[in-house]
């Protein structure tokens, strides 16, 4: 069953899906804009196409992730994106630590 998210009034929108290999997951497409992002699980993000600039949780300078390019969540944080062109992305929820 696929789920549509819709986040920051339309420039965010994700398709979500459960993967019998590699559990849950979801891709979709972010227009340019600024956005800060809650997690629960850990999460796996990948550049599919475009770009992102990420401030991670544990980082102090912004980093920038291209096409192909993965950067890791932790569970129970929050991370700020910058967006400069339409990028689409995957992102993998991983099991939390116990």
Not at 27 to 52: A, H, K, Q, R, W
Not at 59 to 72: I, K, P, S, T, Y
Request: glycine letters at 8%.
């Amino acid at each position: 069953m696929l789920k549509v998210n819709d986040y920051f009034e339309g420039k965010v929108k994700s398709i979500g899906f459960e993967n019998g290999s590699t559990g849950k997951v979801s891709v979709g497409v972010m227009l340019p804009g600024e956005y800060i992002f809650n997690t629960d699980n850990p999460e796996e993000m990948t550049v599919i196409t475009g770009s992102l600039k990420v401030l991670l949780p544990t980082a102090n300078d912004w980093q920038l992730f291209e096409a192909g390019q993965v950067f890791h969540v932790a569970e129970e944080s929050q991370f700020d994106v910058q967006v400069v062109e339409p990028t689409a992305y995957l992102c993998r929820y991983l099991v939390k630590q116990q």
